[in-house]
Structure formats: C-alpha cells, structure tokens
Nanobody
Framework: QVQLVESGGGLVQTGGSLRLSCSTS????????MGWYRQAPGQQRDFVAR???????NYADSVKGRFTISRDNAKNTAYLQMNSLKPEDTAVYYC??????????WGQGTRVTVSS
C-alpha cells in the first residue's frame, strides 16, 4: 500500500513561513508528478501547486510569488515552502502523487493555521 507521509504544518503568524514535506516510496515518487491541495473549513479542496518529474511547476494564482514547490529525488520527498502567509492560507494541506500511467495517491493532510 502506497503511503504519503506529510509533515511541517503548524501555527504561524501572518507574514510568517512554513515548509511542508511529503515523503513516499522511491518507486512511486520517481514516476509521479507531486503536488499540494488545501481545504479550508467548510470549503472544497483546492489546487495549490504541482511539480512534474521533469521539474515544471504551476501554481494557483492565490499563492504565486509566495509559495514554492520543490522535490528532492534523492530523498523521495516533495516540499512546499510557504512564505508571507496570510490568514486565508489557513487550511489542511494535502500532498498528492500523480503516478504516470497509474493512479493518484493522497496524504493524510497537515494542518496550517495562520493567525492574524
């Protein structure tokens, strides 16, 4: 069973930074685009960022210029560096692996709370 293990969430003040991590097995990681979604209370789950195996990235407009997605292929880990955080960034953040030719895998979620 494929597992995505997330970490790095927490409580931060407006303007602060957090870095989320998402690790999975090497066999899945190497053939998956990696990404992040988030779900605020009472809201739908929304796309945040994505990075392909080749390193191409795309972001939701709401986080462009503030969030950066990256991946360390040696560690089978994807990251989401979040800077200049705002209260509206408060959500549970979910990691996703889009396996090429396979299925999608989700992490369990990590909570991010930005206080005003």
């Amino acid at each position: 069973q494929v597992q995505l293990v997330e970490s790095g969430g927490g409580l931060v003040q407006t303007g602060g930074s957090l870095r989320l991590s998402c690790s999975t097995s090497g066999s899945v990681f190497s053939r998956s685009a990696m990404g992040w979604y988030r779900q605020a209370p009472g809201q739908q789950r929304d796309f945040v960022a994505r990075m392909t195996t080749g390193g191409s990235t795309n972001y939701a407009d709401s986080v462009k210029g503030r969030f950066t997605i990256s991946r360390d292929n040696a560690k089978n880990t994807a990251y989401l560096q979040m800077n200049s955080l705002k209260p509206e960034d408060t959500a549970v953040y979910y990691c996703i692996a889009w396996e090429i030719g396979g299925q999608d895998y989700w992490g369990q979620g990590t909570r991010v709370t930005v206080s005003s």
